[in-house]
């Protein structure tokens, strides 16, 4: 299984600004997610990160808001743009097992509280 | 479209007392399904999957989970509850080989009693 570091672990944040988390790998995974888990909610997909192109946005998700990085295989950032308090949430970097593509691992999670 | 439903938000038990976690499903073709754990702070664990084959399977920490087409449900078990269990578990449900159309139920919070 892959092991998955993120940071940071959390952080609050005033609104208007802008905070981009890390995720970290320690192999070579052809797929990485990124999702976010409201209070008291499921996880929901925010976005795809593709390795050297664009990432590929779930419904209700726009890059301009989260915008994505995925400069190699083994490493991604989500940054939350102009956040409000609607944007305080955990946030969680997952990638699937390199064999299958159909387990997710997830990271420990960022959680982001915004003021 | 795919669902998952968790009906039980939170469930209390004592230590050593046996546990059942319900998950239902809608998918339109055969189900990939998912138990993961998560715990206060922490992303989330895969306990066990089901995929194809035995419709019982064996997780991690002593947790299975048995899946029923007829019921659509794939309900987590443990015969004995230990108080490290207390977390918050998740059911998913995919298709094959797609990992992005995972689809997670809102989720059981259980609590253990010593």
């Known amino acids: 299984s892959a092991v998955i570091s993120q940071k940071p672990s959390r952080d609050i944040c005033q609104r208007g600004t802008s905070l981009t988390i890390q995720c970290q790998v320690d192999?070579?995974?052809?797929?990485m997610f990124w999702y976010r888990q409201q209070p008291g909610q499921s996880l929901t997909l925010i976005a795809t990160?593709?390795?050297?192109?664009?990432?590929?946005?779930e419904s209700g998700f726009v890059i301009d808001k989260f915008p994505i990085s995925r400069p190699n295989l083994t490493f991604s950032t989500l940054t939350v743009s102009n956040m409000s308090p609607e944007d305080s949430s955990i946030y969680l970097c997952?990638?699937?097992?390199?064999?299958?593509?159909?387990?997710?691992?997830f990271g420990s999670g960022t959680q982001l509280s915004v003021l | 479209a795919q669902s998952v439903t968790q009906p039980d938000i939170h469930i209390t038990v004592s230590e050593g007392a046996s546990l059942e976690l319900r998950c239902n499903y809608s998918?339109?073709?055969?189900?990939?399904l998912f138990w993961y754990v998560q715990s206060p702070g922490q992303g989330l664990q895969l306990l066990l999957k089901?995929?194809?084959?035995?419709?019982l399977v064996q997780g991690i920490k002593g947790f299975e989970a048995e899946f029923k087409r007829s019921q659509s449900s794939f309900n987590l078990r443990k015969p004995s509850v230990h108080w490290s269990d207390a977390a918050e578990y998740f059911c998913?449900?995919?298709?094959?080989?797609?990992?992005?159309?995972?689809?997670f139920g809102s989720g059981t919070q259980l609590t253990v009693l010593p």
């Open positions: 997952s990638v699937t097992d390199s064999a299958t593509n159909e387990k997710l691992f």
């Open positions: 192999s070579q995974v052809t797929m």
């Open positions: 990160a593709n390795q050297g192109s664009e990432a590929t946005y």
């Open positions: 998918y339109g073709a055969t189900p990939y």
């Open positions: 089901y995929f194809s084959g035995d419709t």
């Open positions: 998913a449900v995919g298709g094959a080989g797609s990992a992005r159309q995972l689809t």
